[in-house]
């Protein structure tokens, strides 16, 4: 059993991508469901922090927050599973697919440092697609503004990419914060960024106000939401 102390428990920021496959609407909607009362319980029993399922079509977006360790959606998504079409991943195929985390404006230390200090109005995800043309581009200079860490931005926001799919998780009222936790220095990595014209590399989607597309979800959920 760990020693660590609960609030210094270290949180896993986690982003998975999907898509449904089979099932009637009612077999769905009764698979999510089961799937949110999961995620509550995981949180009420100290699992996750939060997590938070989008959609776009038949293709999901899922976020989750898992505390202590990290662990795969398994946990809480298993009544999706038979639903979802299978990803290839080397030797097999698997019901999601791992996204990776590119992009971000803090690194939470540990539970107590990553918890709300209120309850956000508002857990937003939004995806866009990137050129191919382009793509290591983007992905080229938002490593750097995340490496010279200056950049202020939402704390718990972060951008995590799969195939030439970003998916992007933030907050609101938005909390600011950059990697460094020091917003007395301005950022120029932003600048070469600017420069190279960054609406040049997405494909703009259907709906979207700019570059980036809100979602739908099917839950949302964070301690707050928890007895």
């Not at 703009?204 to 949302?220: H, I, K, M, Q, V």
């Amino acid at each position: 059993m760990s020693d660590t102390p609960t609030a210094l428990r270290p949180v896993y920021r986690c982003h998975w991508r999907g898509r449904l496959d089979g099932g009637d609407a009612d077999t769905r909607a009764a698979a999510l469901h089961r799937c949110e009362e999961e995620a509550r319980r995981a949180i009420a029993g100290g699992d996750l922090m939060t997590a938070a399922l989008y959609y776009y079509g038949d293709q999901l977006f899922l976020y989750y927050e898992a505390l202590g360790e990290p662990f795969g959606p398994e946990r809480f998504m298993g009544a999706l599973e038979p639903l979802l079409a299978r990803w290839p991943q080397k030797e097999s195929t698997l019901p999601w697919a791992r996204m990776y985390n590119i992009y971000w404006h803090c690194v939470p230390k540990d539970e107590a440092d990553w918890r709300r200090p209120a309850r956000p109005q508002r857990r937003r995800g939004r995806i866009a697609y990137l050129k191919h043309e382009t793509l290591f581009r983007y992905c080229y200079h938002h490593f750097a503004i995340v490496e010279e860490g200056l950049l202020q931005g939402d704390k718990y926001q972060s951008i995590a990419l799969h195939e030439d799919v970003l998916f992007s998780y933030f907050e609101e009222p938005r909390t600011p914060m950059n990697v460094r936790r020091d917003l007395t220095k301005a950022s120029r990595a932003i600048d070469d960024w600017t420069a190279v014209d960054p609406e040049s590399h997405f494909i703009r989607l259907p709906g979207s106000g700019g570059n980036f597309l809100l979602l739908p979800d099917y839950f949302n959920l964070g301690q707050d939401d928890v007895p």
